[in-house]
């Protein structure tokens, strides 16, 4: 498969809305980053600006720099921002466009959908590129409805949920899998976002996308197709926003039709508000989301933090803290790994 590919983020990269760059630039198995298109960064490593850790990843001011400079050819362009709305923003089109008149497929996972827009639909047809929306629905013969066959799944499920959206669900579950990986045991991951799908996620699907009658069904078949093919030890589920957020409630699917009776819960130490908008109501308390967790019939094993906005001194003080009230590990994701919890995760296998 030709799969190197840039990704476009216009301004954007240390923005969390670039949340899609940012899990594409930390790991992809699907396609190979030659590089990032942002002005703004232009000329710094991209590890460097998402989060201090040198990849080799160049940043490039445009399409045609990155053509220009890039030593092998670019076969996609990836949009890598996921802004609230998931509008196309119109210094991105043009970069798209750029890239479809370079014979350049685009991969789009924002709810506009390119293929919906005439120009650039002609464009990817004159220049012989294809355009890839990812959140496009698929036709509901292919969906499934739940079944029940989720009790058959014999291994542990972990729901990896949040407090809130943009806290790293997603790298999180990557990380765990990855740790376990490492660490000899089978951990596989079921994506449920458009980024979890471009980092080469085999089992999974785009949840904010699918007709909600199909939610339930689809998370099961993805779960027990990846139970099925992978015998895996356990499973990691990517959360979507948080099990309260007035934007986009979600998480019961997982606890109730994916029957994940462990959760990991990413919180932010630092957020007070959902979406930081005092009006959308105050985000609970840790005690409080793991008590309605346990309500849904599943228990908080760990917790993992999102160190936005903190000091190193911080960050150290609010995971002693977080330890002392709750009793439970918590994780440092970015600064320290995930391979704390290896021992939880050993101590729930040996229960089997």
């Known amino acids: 498969m030709n799969n190197n ?24 198995d699907r396609f190979r980053i030659l590089g990032v298109i942002d002005p703004v960064h232009a000329g710094k490593d991209a590890g460097e600006v998402v989060d201090g850790r040198v990849r080799q990843i160049p940043i490039w001011s445009s399409l045609e720099e990155a053509v220009g400079k890039s030593k092998e050819p670019i076969h996609y362009s990836i949009v890598g921002i ?4 998931g509008k196309l923003p119109p210094e991105l089109r043009q970069v798209v466009e750029s890239s479809l008149v370079n014979r350049i497929s685009v991969i789009n996972g924002l709810h506009d959908f390119l293929t919906d827009i005439p120009e650039i639909v002609s464009l990817a047809g004159i220049h012989g590129a294809s355009i890839t929306d990812i959140r496009k629905p698929r036709s509901r013969s ?91 030890d356990i499973i990691f589920l990517e959360g979507q926003s948080g099990l309260r957020n007035p934007t986009g409630p979600c998480g019961s699917e997982y606890l109730v039709s994916g029957n994940a009776k462990k959760t990991i819960l990413v919180f932010s130490p630092k957020t007070e508000y959902f979406s930081n908008n005092p009006a959308w109501g105050k985000v609970p308390t840790i005690e409080e989301e793991i008590a309605l967790v346990k309500l849904y019939g599943s228990d908080v094993i760990a917790l993992a933090m999102n160190t936005r906005g903190c000091t190193n001194e911080e960050i150290i003080g609010f995971r002693d803290q977080y330890e002392q009230r709750t009793g439970l590990p918590v994780l440092l994701p970015l600064q320290e790994g995930v391979d704390k919890i290896i021992p939880v995760i050993r101590g729930i296998l040996n229960q089997q």
């Not at 085999?202 to 996308?209: A, R, S």
């Open 5 to 28: 590919a840039v990704v476009i983020t216009n301004g954007l990269l240390a923005e969390p809305s670039a949340k899609t760059a940012h899990g594409l630039i930390r790991g992809s």
């Open 82 to 85: 996921a802004p609230k709305g």
């Open 142 to 232: 292919e969906l499934h409805f739940w079944t029940g066959r989720i009790f058959e799944v014999t291994c542990p499920i972990v729901a990896v949920l949040g407090l809130e959206t943009n806290l790293g669900k997603r790298t999180t579950s990557r990380m765990l899998t990855e740790s376990c990986r490492a660490n000899g045991i089978n951990g596989q991951m079921v994506f449920t976002g458009q980024t979890g799908w471009m980092q080469d996620g085999k089992y999974g699907f785009v949840l904010d996308t699918t007709v909600n009658d199909f939610v339930s069904g689809e998370l099961e078949h993805a779960i027990y197709t990846c139970f099925k093919e992978t015998e895996p």
